[in-house]
């Protein structure tokens, strides 16, 4: 056997030793992985998929009944009746009572609070525009209507949220306030309108939320909902988003738009310039070719420069944000308890 015979049978050989070692690291891992997901019968080791059906039957088995298992259905439901009570204590920390009075007294009240909030800083001036009448607080304010008395909670608390809501944008760096009006909550009014088929127990022996609730003894909402209008500056947006989400009062935005009223970017370009010169459709008539006029020397450096706009001097954004304010009544509770 000559030299070339020796090294072609020691590569054969190797590639051969190779590609065996190959083809038993490929087998040993297979191997492995289908006796850790189907388990392996002869060594009586259980895989991925009895593991889990396992776990599934024993999920829908009733607690067997042995002291252990009462301790821990004791403890988790401590557990549980704690965590509701510190979720609770700190949803309702900004829970405001509402004091009696009389139409009168709230009408002197609310025509001077309204004197108070207008002044309000703002943008270059208070926080009010010049023709902001208070919306639906209107007839209260400056047309001399007097509240009934049944009327009286609901407009006091009303009147706490407006100045509340108010005074966050004021302090926020809002320019001004333009409207605001009453909504009413879309959750509330759905559970007002269908009692009868929510207080119904559900399929499979469940009850509704609402049937829930009230035998768990959870305290009843108070949820008003009001869409202000107001202009701002992106900044102070930002940061009453911010405020309303972490004040202690527990408040939901729950929609907001905002729009511009003008471009400032088309409004450079001269957008409106070139609709208003821009030929009417019709029939065109041949005639001389009129000498089009040179671009002047401001133009074409703007063009050879481009539109520099600055968003501090643009003008402030016209916003209307949908607010629900939530009381808890702990303070109503808490007066009753103290009776």
């Known amino acids: 056997m000559n030299k070339t015979k020796v090294i072609l049978s020691a590569t ?15 087998w040993s891992s297979y ?17 991925l998929a009895q593991i889990i059906e ?8 009733k607690p067997y009944p042995s002291n252990e298992s009462v301790r821990e259905i004791v403890s988790n439901r401590e557990a549980v009746v704690a965590w509701r009570e510190g979720a609770f204590s700190r949803a309702s920390r900004g829970d405001r009572p509402i004091a009696p009075t009389t139409d009168a007294a709230f009408k002197e009240f609310i025509v001077g609070d309204a004197k108070r909030i207008a002044a309000l800083p703002g943008g270059n001036g208070p926080i009010a525009a010049e023709d902001f009448d208070f919306g639906p607080f209107k007839p209260y304010i400056s047309e001399g209507k007097m509240p009934s008395r049944e009327e009286l909670p609901v407009l006091q608390r009303r009147w706490d949220d407006f100045a509340t809501i108010a005074e966050t944008l004021s302090s926020c760096g ?21 009692p009868k088929r929510q207080s119904r127990p559900a399929r499979g022996g469940r009850k509704a939320p609402k049937a829930i609730a009230q035998e768990s003894g959870e305290p009843k909402l108070s949820v008003q909902t009001y869409a202000i209008t107001f202009l701002t500056r992106a900044p102070a947006f930002v940061k009453i988003l911010n405020t309303l989400g972490t004040s202690e009062r527990f408040v939901v935005v729950d929609d907001f738009s905002f729009a511009r009223e003008t471009d400032v970017v088309a409004a450079a370009l001269g957008a409106d310039e070139k609709k208003e010169a821009s030929p009417q459709p019709g029939r065109r008539r041949r005639g001389r070719r009129t000498q089009e006029p040179e671009p002047s020397q401001a133009e074409s450096a703007q ?3 481009g539109i520099v706009t600055d968003p501090l001097l643009d003008p402030p ?6 607010v629900s304010v939530y009381d808890f009544r702990s303070m109503e509770e808490s007066k009753e308890v103290g009776k």
């Open 174 to 194: 809002a320019v001004r306030i333009t409207a605001i009006a009453f909504k009413t909550a879309q959750k509330v009014a759905e559970q007002e309108e269908s």
């Open 31 to 47: 191997s492995a992985k289908v006796i850790a997901a189907e388990g392996d019968p002869d060594e009586g080791t259980d895989g």
């Open 54 to 61: 396992k776990a599934d039957a024993l999920s829908r088995k």
């Open 303 to 305: 063009g050879k420069n």
């Open 12 to 26: 054969g050989g190797t590639i051969v030793v190779a590609v065996l070692v190959m083809a038993y690291f490929v």
């Open 317 to 322: 954004l016209s916003v209307t944000m949908t």
